[in-house]
């Protein structure tokens, strides 16, 4: 199989991953949490599903782009030169991705 193509499914998994995580973090906070819990006047289930988990899940979004997905090239000619170029300045990075994504 294609080298971007395996690459591509790794990301795509992670993400509906991150998706279905998100889905039940917002389901236990809406509705495993006791409606006449209040913060600052704002009932907790509202608080933590419409507030915390957005916010929460973002920073996720971000973290996971920067250390589980790589950047492709996707025209062959840029692929010789790009890849050449940054293959010596990117090996330690994508070691730490390896041991933090699973790969």
């Known amino acids: 199989m294609n080298k971007i193509v395996t690459i591509a499914r790794r ?3 992670l993400s ?24 600052g006047g704002w009932p907790l289930w509202f608080l933590l599903s419409c507030l ?24 062959s000619k840029s ?8 293959h010596h300045s990117a090996s330690n990075h994508s070691r730490q991705r390896d041991k933090l994504c699973g790969s």
């Open 11 to 13: 990301e795509a998994l």
């Open 16 to 39: 509906v991953l991150l998706a279905v995580l998100y889905m039940l973090a917002w389901w236990l906070s809406a509705y495993a949490t006791p409606s006449h819990l209040t913060l």
């Open 52 to 75: 915390f988990n957005p916010l929460l899940f973002v920073g996720l979004c971000v973290v996971m782009v920067r250390y589980c997905f790589n950047a492709v090239a996707l025209s």
């Open 79 to 86: 692929l010789n030169t790009h890849n050449l170029a940054q």
